[in-house]
């Protein structure tokens, strides 16, 4: 029998942009702009009790799945979600998501926070704190107009 637990993490990453507050917002808010540091959304509702869902990976595998509600939109300021990850047909976690942007000298301060269940050491905090790191990596790029 496997072994079942949950390991619950909270981790926060904060990353200064040379772009207005809303232009990291817009960043998130439009699917085309999102595209270019995120994977691609099959569905994109943003607003309040809206969807994202993507579904992707390598070709050789695994599918990872990304199923997120939007739980508190509020334009140029703030963003909150929970969402699931899957892995092929495993759920390998659960979350909340905040993320924050302050004017900052020369740009933004973006926050991101996460509040994550991790399931059965399928995934852990360390593995997903580091991606995220890359993902807003990307996002920064993104935003000074190179390719992500």
């Known amino acids: 029998m496997t ?3 949950v390991k619950h993490a909270t981790f ?3 990353r200064q942009y040379p772009v207005s507050p809303e232009k990291v917002y817009q960043a998130w808010a ?7 540091w995120f994977s691609k ?5 943003f607003r309040v009790g809206g969807r994202e869902y993507s579904r992707g990976g390598p070709p050789e595998g695994p599918i990872y799945t990304f199923d997120a509600c939007y739980q508190e939109i ?13 892995l092929d047909d495993i759920r390998i976690s659960a979350s909340l998501t905040t ?6 000298a020369g740009g933004t301060k973006l926050v991101f926070t996460e509040q994550g269940a991790f399931f059965d050491g399928h995934d852990t ?3 997903r704190e580091q991606g995220t790191k890359e993902l ?4 920064g790029k993104s935003l000074e107009g190179g390719d992500a």
């Open 99 to 104: 993320i924050e942007l302050f004017p900052a």
């Open 125 to 127: 905090p360390e593995v």
């Open 74 to 86: 509020v334009p140029d300021q703030r963003i909150v979600y929970s969402y699931t990850m899957d």
């Open 3 to 5: 072994e079942r637990f």
């Open 30 to 36: 439009d699917p085309e702009a999102k595209s270019k």
């Open 12 to 14: 926060v990453v904060e």
């Open 136 to 139: 807003l990596d990307l996002l």
């Open 41 to 45: 959304a099959d569905v994109f509702e």
